[in-house]
């Protein structure tokens, strides 16, 4: 049967190959395998449910949560001569019966419905009367409590189905599937392990850029006259910032629509058909626009301020190159958008959200200002289970500066942070570092610390830069709640212990070392090798590699 599969994708689609899990989840339905399959977005989870539907016989129902989504689904299957419909609300009355009656009488391969048709009698009274291929969800994780979609519809569904008479196999598929999430909807729709397909999240054709520190608006408007023809989103945190970009740029000649909650429906209907007809190719947007958008030749994906939470900002960002070919993925970072998205996050009336929102806060801010690939940064984030490379073309993996050795510095932090015990954040931390006379410095006694002003030769915004670079590669942690107070990780210690280097990319025009290690530094070192030692009961030359010599004064290495 895969055989047929595979004419069906030469001859009805045209596409020379499958991308990868399409063969390996195709297989499993045609076998009558309830499964799951976890593809990033744009990888191609309808052709997983169509071709199986176009091998077996009968007629296969997709559920699916959205209406505009379900419409070109539709179109699409009609462009290629298939038989399919949907049948949902936006139908009148008349209309959904004589689908309906179709339907029975077995004129469709494919009938999307949204999840709610499965509450009407006479839908599961005509599911019960004909031959099923098979039973879809699409966008499978509104299915989850765990995901960030959910839909209490979709879940109720699943009792609902045990008691279709002929019930068909049934498949799930995702984007977005977490752990739990994957758990979750293997247990509902009993899938075996062996029947899920995840090929992870990665999108090898997007390339992750952060830009810091240029005029956001500068940047757009060089950035659209270097490819005044591409398709592109920009994504703004707040309408008004939309309506200021667009007024902007469209003062400027640019082809800018824009898109967001505070228009008219059919000011918004208009600018999305002029969006993917490709009448404007720039969209300044919300959050409001995007989902079920099936725009495949999107170039770029500009956030103009940083998102909430990773999940939004993959989300949005993943909307360019659903094609397949390149989108890059810029975000335009300034520190002012965490106080943003800080105050977005504290109109929520829910405490326990709040948290979590903070918590999730603190990732995407540590996304801004790792060091590491971008890429990875995000796969590690939803524990993509695939093994993955530097991807190679992010701003990370491409900065052409040089690693600096920054040990001895990020252990003058980390004694720092824990002389002020673990309480404050990193702009307190920094004026400590720096000798700063601030009022709040005085007002804690800071300057009775050891390590107060251990860094006089970098300024505030350095040290805060460099403190939240430690945080992003994890040697602090932030807590939770809306101001993260320091706190030193595990790796933290070993950093203190010497057992780990601590290495940063510094632009090589800028590389200096500006640190004099002078007796501050080291006596300070010291004591607190000396307090961790003393707390673990063994003599300092067990715990610290370096430390040559019990007398705690001649173990610092030069390297
Ligand atoms: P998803 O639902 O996973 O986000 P879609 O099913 O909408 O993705 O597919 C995204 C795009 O990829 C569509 O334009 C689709 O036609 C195309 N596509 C799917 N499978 C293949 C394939 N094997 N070869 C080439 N293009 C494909
Ligand atoms: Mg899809
Ligand atoms: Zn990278």
């Not at 009336?349 to 979590?356: C, W």
């Not at 190679?392 to 690693?403: I, L, Q, R, S, V």
């Not at 006596?523 to 607190?528: F, G, I, N, S």
Request: proline share 4%; hydrophobic share 35%; charged share 25%.
């Amino acid at each position: 049967m895969i055989q047929q599969a595979e004419k069906i994708l030469h001859q009805y689609y045209g596409y020379s190959s499958f991308r990868p899990g399409q063969k390996e989840a195709i297989t499993h339905v045609l076998d009558q395998k309830n499964t799951l399959a976890v593809m990033p977005t744009g990888g191609g989870k309808s052709l997983c449910y169509q071709i199986p539907g176009l091998t077996l016989q009968g007629t296969a129902i997709i559920i699916s949560p959205l209406i505009s989504l379900m419409k070109d689904q539709v179109d699409a299957l009609h462009s290629y001569g298939v038989a399919a419909t949907y049948i949902n609300s936006s139908l009148s009355h008349t209309e959904q019966q004589q689908r309906l009656r179709d339907m029975e009488n077995g004129r469709y391969s494919f009938v999307y419905v949204a999840p709610e048709r499965f509450d009407s009698p006479n839908f599961l009274a005509a599911i019960n009367s004909i031959p099923l291929s098979l039973i879809a969800f699409d966008e499978a994780h509104c299915i989850s409590q765990w995901g960030h979609d959910f839909r209490p519809s979709y879940r109720s569904i699943v009792p609902t189905l045990k008691k279709v008479a002929n019930l068909p196999v049934l498949m799930a598929l995702t984007a977005t599937a977490t752990q739990e999430v994957i758990k979750d909807i293997k247990e509902l729709i009993d899938v075996e392990d062996t029947n899920v397909i995840n090929t992870g999240f990665a999108r090898d054709n997007l390339s992750f850029r952060i830009i810091k520190g240029r005029d956001k608006r500068e940047f757009i408007s060089e950035y659209l006259t270097q490819i005044p023809n591409e398709s592109g989103i920009i994504y703004t945190a707040t309408r008004k910032d939309a309506d200021q970009l667009h007024y902007l740029l469209t003062k400027k000649g640019f082809a800018a629509g824009k898109y967001h909650a505070g228009m008219t429906e059919h000011q918004r209907k208009q600018a999305q058909m002029d969006f993917v007809q490709d009448e404007i190719t720039t969209m300044i947007a919300t959050n409001a626009f995007g989902m079920g958008i099936d725009k495949s030749n999107v170039r770029y994906v500009i956030h103009y301020s940083m998102p909430m939470n990773i999940e939004s900002y993959y989300q949005e960002a993943g909307r360019a190159g659903r094609d397949g070919e390149p989108g890059d993925c810029v975000l335009l970072f300034s520190s002012q958008d965490i106080n943003l998205q800080r105050f977005l996050i504290d109109q929520s009336p829910n405490e326990e959200k709040k948290k979590d929102e903070y918590t999730k806060l603190q990732a995407m801010v540590n996304y801004c200002h790792t060091h590491s690939c971008l890429q990875q940064y995000i796969l590690d984030y939803f524990d993509d289970p695939t093994e993955s490379e530097p991807c190679g073309k992010c701003t990370n993996c491409t900065h052409d500066g040089e690693e600096q050795d920054m040990t001895k510095e990020a252990q003058m932090v980390l004694s720092c942070v824990k002389r002020m015990g673990e309480r404050f954040g990193a702009g307190l931390t920094a004026k400590v570092l720096k000798g700063s006379s601030d009022q709040k410095v005085k007002q804690f006694r800071f300057q009775d610390l050891s390590t107060y002003g251990i860094m006089p030769n970098y300024t505030e915004k350095e040290l805060t830069r460099f403190i939240q670079f430690l945080t992003a590669e994890g040697y602090l942690s932030t807590g939770e709640g809306r101001y993260p107070s320091l706190k030193l990780t595990n790796e933290a210690v070993s950093v203190i212990k010497g057992n780990q280097p601590v290495l940063m990319l510094v632009e090589s025009t800028t590389k200096k070392q500006k640190t004099e290690y002078n007796e501050q530094y080291f006596e300070e070192l010291r004591q607190l090798r000396k307090s961790i030692a003393d707390e673990s009961n063994l003599p300092p030359y067990v715990i610290f590699s370096d430390a040559t010599l019990k007398d705690l004064t001649i173990y610092l290495p030069e390297s």
